[in-house]
Every structure is written in C-alpha cells, then in structure tokens.
C-alpha cells in the first residue's frame, strides 16, 4: 500500500478530492489496473452502529462487529472490491485478494489512527463448501465503500473507491464529498419504538430443524465404537413472525443485553442478515501478538450470588466438563505448533460469567512467528474442537449428517483484517439468520462420553434465550 502525504482534514475542498483522485487515475493508467483509492479521517464521536442504522438498506451488504466492554465497535457498508471463494483453498484464496489489493491501493489522511486506512471485512462459513441455494458463500470477503470505527475516544471514519483510468472523476469526488458531508454533520435521531395504538404485537410460531436428542444418542455411540472423541451437535429453530423483524433493532438488544459478547452482523445485500452476540474471540493478531481462547464447558447462571457460586464450583470440579475443555486446549495447541507459534496460558480454567451462562474459559496468548499471517492461524483454527469436535476431521464428518440442517455461517468466523496484518475473528454463536418475517436460531452443545441427551438439550435451550429474548423485543 503507497501512503501518500496528504491531509485531507487540512484541505478539506471538492478541489483538493478531485486532485488526489487524479492521481490515483494516473497510476492507474500507467499500471493497466484499477487503483484502490482510500481517505481516513478521525471525526467527531460517532456510534457506528447509529451510523449503519441510519443508512442501512438491505438491498447493500454490511459488517459490523462490536465488542461493548472494550468500547470497540466497527462498522463497513457497500462494496468496493470482494470475492467468493470456496473450497480448502477458501483461506488462500482470500489473502491472495488482501494482497493484490493492497499492492494497487494509494491512501491519504489519519491512516495510522485506529481503525484508519482500507479494512477487509471478511465471513467463513463452518464447512469448506456450502449447499444450494444458502445465504452466504463459503468464504466472502470485501473492502467497504466506507467504514465508521471507535476505538475508545477515537472515531475514524475512511470512504474507499476504486479509480479506474476511464473513471468520472468528478462524479467520484462528488460521491465522496457528500459522504464526508453527511458524517461531518450526522445527528442520530430519536425514534419511537413503542408500538402504535392499535398495532399487533410481535407473535412468532416456532418449529425445530431436527431430533436433537437422537441426533445426540446417535452421536454417543460414535464415540463408543472409537469414531472420534467428542462432536458439537446444534439446534436450529425456526421462527416466523406475523411482521418483518429488523436485524439491527435485534442487534441493537443484544449488545445491551451482552456486553461482555462480540455482536456482529454480516448482511448479503439480498435482505438476508446472519447476526448474534458471541462469546468466543477465535483469533486475534495486534502488534505481532496472537491472542485465542478455549471456551467449552458450560452451566447455568444462578438467580442468586450463593446458588451462582455453586454452580460455577460445579462446573469446575466437572469431569466431563474439564475434559472438554483439555480436548479443545490439546488441538489449539497441536495446530498452531507446526507454523512455529508457542502460546503460553494458565495451567487451570477459569470460570467465565456471562448474563444467562458460565463457562470454562482459558486464554492462550503468543509471539506471531516471522512470515505467519493472520489468515494462516485461522486456516489452521478453524473450526477448533469448541464447536466441530476431536479429531476434527472425523466429527466435522458426521455433523451434516447428525443435525439435519447445514449450518452456513454458523459457528463460522467472522472478522476483520486491516492493511498492517493486524484483525480479529470471533466464532458465530449464539446467532440467527434473519429474513423479513423469518429467523432460524442456533445453539449447540459439546458431546463426549458421558454426555445425556436431555441434558445437552438443556444447555441449548439456555443458550437460546438470549436471541429468543432480542427477537420478541
């Protein structure tokens, strides 16, 4: 990526846009290529999320991605440049664009803010290949026409566009121009979410994809004869609405509800949205650090601290549970090493609390190793024994075949990467595909020896309540 000095926020005119664009249609004349062109400008506090609310046409696909509690939110909308791709290949293939990206991209302004210069937004389905007909590809990845990002104190905002040597260049500043106007001056605008006199109230019929506790009787008994030594096993339930819901009023309810979550929303620009509210990072890389976690293990929450305590003392003397959580340890650990990445973590669990759920939870932290990408940790992670099973290749086998739905990009990954190798994956659980009046939701449960069906049913039916919450408002 060419950084080139100047300061948009210094000269602030259609005059100065117009001539930065020139010369981006000047390399591009020279190279025979289309240039990536790219302006980041840290701007007055704004929520991205009110930012994407404000604008969101389900006709345009976004990303957004927040973490509350670490006061980060990031939020990108429309295409300038993407791929599909799928495959085995799919991770490949994807850094392969990041790449020939960012050798023809020219970028001015606060680019070494956070959150400053062309980001790459990115999906994994769970399965290399996807079935007919579903939502989202096996692998999508796109750098947005623009991006709204907070990071503490720090709002930045960056409009990216692909110059081309025939482009109109002064239709591309005046593109840019009134952007740029319409964040300078953006108000939020309170809005009346009280149902009107006399309007219907959210009603929804719910049916279940699936037997779930035969799928995991059947599951039981793979493990007994040798096949593999634990599988996740979801639900899907589908629900229909006698009114089209909004995905982003949803997403809305549950950072409020989970601060301590990743919420996200990936849109396809088809009206289709598959949102949630994550607990799971699965990989992050800053400054040459690799940060991951393992969470498998769960219990309820108590309705008071004496009965929360038990439970979570429970779940750390849990057998079952403990063994769980080694499997998903034992393969982050196997996986990682032949890319040469050592991760240090405690030598015992840790009991993490969410709002209706704890878990065994331990983090795993690392040097990123000389040539090793982001992208190459997440070939390798991805999916980890917390939501395919041990051996991998053996459980993510029989999953199709057990839950009687495909999963799209459930318990896929979901993140973003930015120019500097840096970015961060989150798992997307505790999630739903949401399309006018319909959602279908999903939660799953760990299986090893041990497991009881109407046990594990359980645990998905408290993991359910979360987004059932957020969709009945």
Not at 131 to 159: H, K, L, S
Not at 180 to 200: C, D, K, L, Y
Not at 411 to 436: H, P, T
Request: contains cysteine; proline residues 7%.
């Amino acid at each position: 990526m060419t950084i080139l000095p100047i300061k948009p926020a210094e000269d602030a005119s259609p005059e100065a846009l117009r001539s930065f664009l020139a010369i981006c249609q000047a390399r591009a004349a020279a190279a025979g290529a289309p240039v990536l062109a790219s302006i980041s400008l840290v701007v007055p506090a704004l929520d991205p999320l009110a930012v994407l609310e404000a604008i969101f046409d389900p006709a345009q696909p976004h990303f957004y991605a927040e973490h509350p509690s670490a006061g980060s939110a990031l939020a990108g909308a429309e295409v300038a440049l993407s791929l599909d791709a799928s495959g085995p290949d799919r991770f490949a293939a994807v850094q392969r664009f990041i790449d020939a990206t960012l050798a023809r991209t020219i970028a001015v302004g606060d680019v070494q803010a956070p959150f400053g210069g062309p980001h790459f937004f990115a999906t994994f389905a769970f399965h290399n290949e996807v079935e007919a007909g579903e939502a989202f590809p096996a692998a999508r990845i796109f750098v947005p026409r623009w991006q709204v990002a907070r990071a503490g104190e720090v709002t930045t905002a960056v409009a990216n566009l692909v110059v081309e040597a025939e482009s109109d260049l002064d239709a591309l500043a005046q593109r840019v121009w009134r952007a740029h106007g319409r964040f300078a001056r953006f108000e939020p605008v309170e809005q009346n979410t009280a149902s009107a006199p006399g309007a219907a109230p959210l009603l929804f019929t719910q049916a279940e994809a699936g037997d779930y506790p035969a799928a995991v009787t059947r599951a039981l008994k793979f493990i007994e004869a040798g096949e593999f030594q634990k599988i996740v096993l979801a639900r899907a339930l589908d629900l229909q609405a006698n009114q089209a819901l909004d995905p982003l009023t949803v997403l809305n309810g549950l950072r409020q509800r989970f601060p301590d979550c990743y919420a996200f929303s990936a849109a396809n620009g088809k009206g289709q949205s598959f949102i949630g509210a994550s607990p799971e990072r699965l990989v992050r890389v800053s400054q040459g650090r690799v940060e991951t976690e393992a969470l498998a293990g769960s219990a309820r929450r108590g309705a008071g601290a004496n009965e929360d305590a038990a439970l979570a003392a429970a779940l750390l003397r849990s057998e079952k549970d403990q063994r769980e959580h080694r499997h998903v340890i034992e393969s982050i650990h196997r996986r990682v090493l032949p890319l040469g990445l050592e991760l240090s973590y405690p030598a015992l669990p840790a009991i993490r609390k969410l709002a209706n759920v704890q878990h065994l939870h331990t983090p795993m932290q690392g040097l990123l190793p000389a040539g090793v990408r982001l992208l190459d940790l997440l070939a390798v992670l991805h999916p980890t024994p917390a939501v395919g099973g041990t051996p991998r290749e053996a459980a993510v086998a029989r999953i199709r075949e057990l839950e009687g739905f495909p999963r799209g990009l459930y318990a896929g990954a979901l993140g973003w990467l930015n120019a500097r190798g840096g970015g961060e994956f989150l798992v997307g659980l505790r999630s739903a595909l949401v399309e006018g009046q319909h959602a279908r939701v999903y939660a799953g449960a760990g299986i090893v020896e041990g497991s009881e069906p109407l046990r594990e049913w359980a645990e998905t039916e408290l993991k359910f309540q979360a987004l059932l919450a957020a969709l009945r408002g």
